[in-house]
């Protein structure tokens, strides 16, 4: 949406009629109304990303009373977080589609918040997410789909904590173990309960209880203790795999 000649004019006025970058004043220099971080980068119209700097304008005087209230100012969050985005595409290696990428999560961070919430999270929040984002992206070697997740979950959760919405990865042996020990679960309950097998809510209690453990267990050694477990769990309905397990003290146990 392209910015109306009132709020031209505002901007204007509220900045006293000088450039915010250098101070420089109407006669002597012609004023515009630009974006701090561009429209192209994820800026928006909003008046706290709109400056008054040293280039032609067109002024929207007649549009606004001289008494009105003066449109918000500019965050200064706002200018240092356009001023990171100029810094980083002066640097010479790949920065166009680093940058790109990076106003990609924030994107997916800000609407996965609007689409929850249905409100807009402050300049402050989304400076957090930004830097936080771009840090993860920069520093680590995790798959663009990846990222793309982890800021749409931090999004979802209203959060800034970008680092809270990093889960380990599974290795194959221990994806193959949680597939066989859930499989051994269910079977376990079923013949235990007559054939009713487990809710889907007591499915996933389970599953999130056994993602946890086998992350902290050498999944080729400990194979046998955790299907055992997984049996003695379904045999007792019980959605916790933990319990079974700390009961078992010798590979090989009852399953």
């Keep these: 949406m392209a910015v109306s000649k009132r709020l031209r004019y505002e901007i204007l006025r509220r900045d006293n009629h000088a450039c915010r970058y250098c101070g420089a004043t109407a006669p002597r ?122 800021a749409f979950k931090a999004g979802s959760a209203r959060s800034t904590d970008i680092t809270r919405f990093i889960e380990p990865q599974l290795s194959n042996e221990q994806f193959s173990l949680g597939a066989d020990a859930v499989n051994r679960w269910s079977t376990s309950w079923e013949a235990a309960s007559q054939d009713v097998q487990p809710s889907m809510d007591e499915l996933a209690e389970f599953c999130d209880d056994l993602h946890h453990l086998v992350l902290l267990l050498d999944a080729t050694a400990q194979r046998d203790t955790v299907m055992a477990a997984a049996a003695r769990a379904g045999q007792a309905r019980d959605t916790s795999i933990t319990r079974h397990l700390s009961a078992l003290r010798t590979v090989g146990g009852e399953s």
């Design 29 to 150: 220099v012609k004023l515009n109304v630009d974006h701090v971080i561009p429209t192209s980068l994820g800026g928006s119209d909003k008046p706290d990303n709109l400056v008054t700097a040293c280039v032609e304008c067109n002024s929207g005087k007649t549009s606004s009373l001289p008494n009105a209230e003066p449109v918000a100012d500019v965050e200064q969050t706002t200018f240092r977080r356009a001023d990171e985005l100029k810094r980083a595409v002066a640097q010479p290696i790949g920065n166009d589609i680093q940058i790109a990428f990076h106003a990609h999560l924030i994107a997916v961070w800000q609407w996965a918040w609007g689409k929850r919430t249905h409100t807009e999270p402050t300049e402050e929040e989304a400076q957090e997410a930004f830097e936080g984002l771009a840090l993860l992206a920069d520093g680590s070697d995790f798959t663009s789909d990846r990222l793309t997740e982890i």
